[in-house]
């Protein structure tokens, strides 16, 4: 067995001998993010000369920071110049708890935690993310890829090989169709065979509505591929044509 998990128990690994759960205090990690936000320099002053976090500034930030520093020109630049999480955390909050050191207690922690993956959900690969939308203009696309990592076992102490989840801005259009609209395409696959896979199950258990089924998945068919006008007309107009028994639509 491998992983930070391992041997972490101790003395209390005794069944029974587990301390309780420690309760997070809420308004310490909130205190701990707006400071963290208001060090890096995301801040706003009020009227009344206090100064407050502005998460928008931290979304702007990201942003530069994916076309500053993650535009990947082809496949021989992909692992360095893409992002994980982490480093895109790293990059935008240089002080933020668990950067510099680990994280010393749970309220600590849960800030990490929460800001990584607010930072990492402005980068999301999604049609609707802030640095999706932002990049339009430019022709440039966000995509997502797992590269080759090292990693700090934080039992050992030692590096070790691991691969994660990266993401980069592109105009490879190779790239593109890797990384961004064949995942798409293969989740729309995916959910095509578990459609199918569910109304067969109806049909083995209820022959009678086999031909029902069968129409039913050939409308659907039909709506799914016509719902996509950005795939070939020729493939589309072959696949929408005809009906399950062959006799034209």
Not at 83 to 110: I, K, M, W
Not at 111 to 118: D, E, G, I
Not at 218 to 243: E, K, M, N
Request: proline share 4%; net charge negative.
């Amino acid at each position: 067995m491998s992983g930070y998990a391992e041997d972490t128990i101790g003395d209390a690994g005794v069944e029974g001998d587990l301390p309780e759960e420690r309760i997070l205090d809420e308004e310490l990690v909130e205190k701990i993010k707006a400071e963290a936000l208001i060090q890096a320099g995301y801040s706003v002053t009020t009227e009344d000369g206090a100064v407050r976090s502005d998460v928008r500034q931290l979304q702007v930030a990201v942003f530069e920071g994916m076309r500053d520093r993650h535009i990947v020109s082809g496949k021989g630049d992909l692992s360095t110049r893409s992002a994980t999480s982490f480093e895109l955390y790293q990059e935008v909050l240089p002080d933020g708890p668990g950067v510099r050191s680990l994280a010393r207690t749970d309220e600590e922690h849960a800030v990490q935690s929460q800001l990584t993956k607010l930072v990492w959900g402005y980068a999301n690969v999604g049609i609707n993310s802030f640095v999706q939308k932002h990049v339009a203009d430019r022709g440039l696309v966000l995509c997502e890829a797992k590269v080759a990592r090292t990693k700090i076992n934080e039992e050992t102490h030692k590096r070790q090989p691991t691969t994660e989840l990266a993401r980069f801005l592109t105009l490879d259009g190779e790239l593109i169709m890797t990384y961004y609209t064949g995942p798409a395409g293969a989740a729309f696959l995916r959910a095509a065979r578990k459609l199918d896979a569910q109304l067969g199950l109806v049909a083995d258990r209820r022959p009678e509505l086999s031909v029902p089924v069968a129409k039913q998945l050939h409308t659907v068919v039909r709506q799914a591929v016509a719902s996509i006008p950005h795939a070939d007309t020729r493939s589309v107009t072959a696949l929408t044509s005809g009906s399950p028994d062959g006799d034209g639509a």
